[in-house]
């Protein structure tokens, strides 16, 4: 199963609610929406309810994206147990409206090494996972996002080791931003080979243009900005392509500026390529 929408509410909702964004979503014909808790986790559990029964009355898939307040792998104590709250709230949310996965990004190595950062978030993910079974938490993954700086813990080798030692999680593979760090190169069949040892029933992922700067490294680049998807870097296609070859069951979220727009403009090319929604 292909499952395609916004990050967020979209633009052309007539009402800036979530329930408003979820009707949305269902009129344009798609059928998948990520609950956005940016600067904080704004909803109850109550309105969480609400949202899982008219996404199930609707059929849209939901995720969450945690705030973007969240540092896993910071040497600071209160940083980290800051982060962890941010994490579980949205999970509990996300369990009560019935979303698959509670998507964040991990965090910094700062002045770490990168195998002292894992440490710290391999740590910091078994905790969060005990407590979600001792709250009684279910059903929701933990989605560690591919980052798209150098600074930023979180490549896409780096996840899935992480993933594989520890159950429960699960690496949210944002093409764009593996992108960037690859100083504007990726193989979409070897993003996909990579993530075979995990065996993973369904993939989650984000996708929008992007413009990228170089780092240091040679060869290697920092994500910039996200565009509208007609700057065609990253090309869609290709990935689309990829997905119906290895019959890869995947949700894409869009993240672009331009959010519902460029999911349908992903609708178009999963069509003209012969598969039906």
């Known amino acids: 199963m292909i499952y395609l929408g916004p990050a967020g509410i979209p633009v052309s909702a007539k009402g800036g609610s979530t329930l408003d964004g979820i009707r949305r979503v269902s009129e344009l014909g798609l059928n998948a929406m990520e ?38 792998c910071s040497v600071e104590k209160a940083k980290v147990k800051a982060s962890k709250k941010r994490i579980l709230d949205s999970a509990e949310r996300a369990s009560h409206m019935g979303a698959h996965v509670a998507v964040f990004h991990p965090g910094f190595y700062g002045a770490q090494t990168p195998e002292e950062a894992f440490e710290r978030a391999e740590s910091a993910v078994h905790d969060m996972l005990d407590k979600m079974k001792s ?33 429960g999680c ?8 593996i992108w960037a760090r690859a ?12 993530l075979k040892p ?14 990228w700067t170089p780092a240091k ?34 949700t894409i979220i869009s ?8 999911s349908l403009v992903m609708k178009e090319t999963f069509e003209k390529l012969g598969h039906s929604f």
């Not at 929701?140 to 030692?165: D, I, P, Q």
């Not at 100083?183 to 990579?194: M, N, Q, T, W």
């Not at 029933?201 to 413009?211: I, Q, R």
């Open 183 to 194: 100083a504007g190169k990726i193989d979409y069949s070897e993003v996909f080979e990579k």
């Open 170 to 177: 699960a690496p949210v593979i944002d093409f764009s931003h």
């Open 35 to 72: 609950v956005e808790f940016v600067r904080g986790v704004a909803m109850g559990n109550k309105m969480a309810e609400e949202v899982g029964e008219l996404s199930r009355e609707l059929k849209i898939d939901m995720s969450v994206h945690c705030p973007y307040y969240v540092n896993l």
């Open 217 to 250: 490294v040679p060869g290697h680049g920092n994500e910039r900005r996200h565009l509208p998807m007609k700057v065609g870097k990253p090309p869609f296609e290709p990935l689309a392509k990829e997905i119906l070859k290895q019959k890869i069951d995947i």
């Open 255 to 262: 993240e672009s500026p331009v959010l519902e727009l460029d």
């Open 198 to 211: 995990l065996n993973l029933k369904h993939v989650h992922s984000h996708f929008a243009g992007m413009e």
């Open 135 to 167: 709250k009684g938490i279910r059903g929701v993954t933990l989605g560690l996002e591919t980052t798209g700086k150098m600074s930023a813990f979180g490549n896409l080798e780096e996840l899935v080791e992480l993933c594989r030692k520890v159950r």
